[in-house]
């Protein structure tokens, strides 16, 4: 007889027949509009909480509930609700497997056991409203509960189901771990650092030294200073998601791209200052020979030419 499925082969499938909101093996199987499958006794528990809060709220209308798995929103109603054929029918499969030979079904045992509970991870997270340790892929931090707070306030999917139905929540592995956030800041001091090289080396260059330019040059260089305290507070915050990291990222690029530019401005018009400059003194070169020669003229002796001369030689 061959050899049984390898742990993590099994440890796949055994989550794929799991709810995620009661860890359990699927009962009943229901697809919700957004493609995620839960037992129906969960989602019954999802649209009647969802009409609790509506009439608390004294919502007028069809009350909305939000799927566990990806938050998208669909009518609180059950006729929208589809049965997931495909699972209750493997599901089943495996449950008659173990009446008829348990023996071959090897390490799925508890699959098809509801009262086993299911290997968990290494690292555990406890969730804020129930005080239980629950997998990393159950929890989810509650934006709105963690506001005011030093630390996120994390819930576990029934908890944001009874709890935190209306409440933007993120799950956790969507939040960013320390590592992320240091080597996130980490990358941004250097390129703020080489970036500030550059322009203090390009302004050192520049001709026109003025109030208003050297205005400009403290204003640059001070905006550089604001991001010290900003990238101190996004090293230590809990709370920072992979995609608040991404958001500032681009912020901070905005940023550097928004200086670079003003230094190409600020040498441009230095460039037309000086085309200013080199076009004023042909003109003045110009009209001068033209006085001089009609000065020349007049006494009957040649001028000599002005290009390329500051002033006229005085005879």
């Given at each position: ?204 260059e520049s001709v026109r030294i ?30 920072l998601t992979k995609q608040a ?71």
């Open positions: 007889m061959a050899s049984g499925p390898s742990s993590s082969n099994t440890k796949q499938r055994n989550n794929a027949m799991n709810c995620s909101v009661c860890f359990e093996v699927f009962t009943d199987p229901l697809i919700l509009k957004c493609g995620h499958t839960f037992c129906k006794k969960c989602t019954d528990s999802l649209i009647r909480c969802a009409k609790e809060n509506a009439q608390q709220q004294y919502h007028y209308g069809t009350p909305t509930i939000a799927c566990p798995e990806c938050r998208a929103e669909m009518p609180a109603d059950g006729k929208y609700l589809v049965k997931n054929f495909r699972l209750a029918d493997i599901i089943n499969h495996f449950n008659l497997s173990l009446e008829t030979d348990p023996k071959d079904v090897g390490a799925t045992v508890w699959v098809a056991n509801p009262p086993s509970p299911p290997s968990r991870a290494s690292i555990e997270i406890l969730c804020n409203s129930c005080n239980e340790m629950y997998d990393p892929k159950h929890i989810f931090c509650c934006s709105w509960c963690s506001s005011g707070g030093q630390e996120p306030f994390f819930a576990c999917g029934t908890c944001c189901v009874k709890k935190h139905q209306q409440h933007p929540l993120t799950p956790y592995e969507q939040m960013a771990t320390p590592e992320e956030r240091e080597k996130f800041v980490n990358d941004v001091m250097s390129m703020l650092l080489d970036t500030s090289n550059n322009l203090q080396a390009d302004f050192g003025t109030p208003e330019y050297q205005n400009l040059k403290n204003k640059i260089r001070d905006s550089f200073n604001f991001w010290n305290p900003v990238l101190n507070n996004l090293r230590t915050n809990p709370k990291i991404e958001d500032h990222g681009n912020i901070i690029d905005y940023f550097l791209n928004l200086c670079e530019d003003t230094i190409s401005q600020v040498k441009r018009i230095e460039q037309k200052h000086a085309d200013d400059l080199i076009a004023l003194r042909a003109t003045f070169s110009h009209k001068v020979d033209d006085a001089f020669n009609k000065f020349g003229q007049s006494l009957n002796v040649p001028m000599p030419s002005t290009s390329g001369v500051a002033a006229p030689s005085g005879k």
